[in-house]
């Protein structure tokens, strides 16, 4: 049987992968997507939160105002091209934890960083699109292009808060005695079902395979790509998107990683309306009705998938500084975050080896870089930008 040709093939489905295959098809690119449908990955158990202040000093999530109308268009195009729904965008909301981020806030707002919205914005502060509003048409039909805007979503700058929060949240039900803020862009995205919906496009394409490619053996070098004779594929390059997976890649072990396992509840609160994503002590993803997730922890030290009594109660301490009233958990997951010794990810070709890539280190703002990056990667490969030195690996690596 002769060997199926391909331009790129991509090792991993999840974020990072699943991303750059359809930036890579909508280019035209021929792209095969080989994954080991594993049930639990920290793509598929990720809460998808795309939030533009951050951090115990409120800090603007790096880069926000570039990667946040990426991830709108893109997310909105593939629920087009799918029909289905797993992108939610609208204000959420902040509760300060203590003294020191309401001295932060203030500091802030008082030196310009943060800006109040301008009276032009509706009421609610509702970032949904308008009706109509998006990218028309099938996959097939749309070629590799920039991000159409959506005014009530991408446009919202990720500097414009609001305090207090318009509606306001329930006193009675929040705890949160120093106040908070809302902040009007931010999303989320239900990762699961956008990774389940991308694979099935890709199987109707014959661009996805299951398999457990082992590295290097797999994998032949040619002068002009890669083969892998196990499959009979070729392809001009391979690209390597496999999470913490990538750690044990014996083609860019000089990357260091610094994994952090994260585990995350869902959650059933009695009487639970509020359909803004609350940040506090934990943060609180309402997911429909009166489920919400709660998350996450960070355990520096063990890296498996495995739910631990500890990570429970952490969580559930944390919970109840946030929420009054009753709750009932009926899940608890858990999985390793691939995070970089650099935050930064790391994208690129490797010199030795120029038909090899890699794209990882997306962290825990995956789902709101991944589209940047993927669409970033895809446009180096085609010669239409440089690759960027921030986010270059062969900038970073040790050794030789």
């Not at 990720?46 to 115990?56: D, K, R």
């Not at 500097?159 to 999303?187: K, S, T, W, Y």
């Not at 004779?229 to 014996?250: D, F, S």
């Not at 009054?324 to 010199?351: K, N, Q, T």
Request: aromatic share 8%; hydrophobic share 40%; glycine share 10%.
């Amino acid at each position: 049987m002769s060997s199926r040709h391909f331009d790129i093939i991509i090792l991993g489905q999840g974020l990072a992968g699943t991303t750059l295959a359809w930036w890579c098809h909508w280019a035209g690119l021929r792209v095969m997507v080989i994954d080991r449908a594993e049930a639990v990955t920290s793509s598929k158990v990720a809460a998808g939160l795309m939030t533009p202040i951050t951090g115990q000093r409120l800090v603007p999530t790096w880069r926000w105002s570039e990667f946040w109308p990426v991830a709108v268009e893109f997310y909105r195009r593939v629920e087009q091209s799918t029909g289905t729904a797993f992108f939610h965008s609208g204000p959420m909301v902040r509760c300060f934890t203590g003294p020191d981020d309401l001295r932060y806030f203030e500091r802030r707002l008082a030196s310009g960083e943060f800006v109040t919205p301008p009276a032009s914005m509706c009421a609610t502060g509702s970032a949904s699109a308008p009706e109509g509003v998006g990218i028309g048409g099938s996959i097939e039909e749309k070629p590799l292009a920039e991000p159409v805007a959506h005014r009530n979503e991408a446009d919202i700058r990720g500097n414009v808060v609001r305090q207090p929060p318009a509606p306001d949240i329930d006193r009675h039900r929040f705890l949160a005695p120093q106040g908070c803020f809302e902040m009007l862009a931010g999303g989320r995205l239900d990762v699961a079902p956008f990774l389940e919906v991308s694979r099935h496009f890709l199987e109707q394409h014959d661009s996805c395979l299951t398999a457990d490619v082992q590295l290097p053996n797999d994998v032949v070098l040619t002068t002009d790509g890669v083969e892998l004779p196990r499959w009979q594929l070729h392809a001009h390059r391979l690209i390597c998107c496999q999470g913490y997976g990538g750690a044990n890649n014996p083609w860019f072990a000089n990357i260091e990683f610094q994994p952090a396992k994260g585990e995350i509840l869902t959650v059933r609160i009695p009487g639970w309306t509020e359909r803004r994503v609350i940040h506090g002590d934990v943060w609180l993803a309402p997911i429909g009705g009166d489920v919400v997730r709660v998350g996450s922890t960070y355990d520096w030290s063990r890296f498996d998938n495995i739910p631990t009594a500890e990570g429970r109660r952490e969580l559930e301490a944390r919970l109840q500084t946030v929420v009054s009233g009753s709750y009932e958990v009926f899940d608890h997951v858990a999985a390793v975050r691939p995070i970089l010794r650099d935050p930064r990810p790391a994208l690129g070709f490797r010199p030795q080896s120029p038909q090899l890539g890699f794209l990882n280190g997306l962290a825990s703002k995956g789902s709101l870089m991944a589209p940047y990056f993927a669409r970033h990667l895809t446009r180096v490969i085609s010669g239409a930008e440089r690759l960027d030195p921030s986010v270059d690996l062969s900038r970073r690596a040790k050794g030789p």
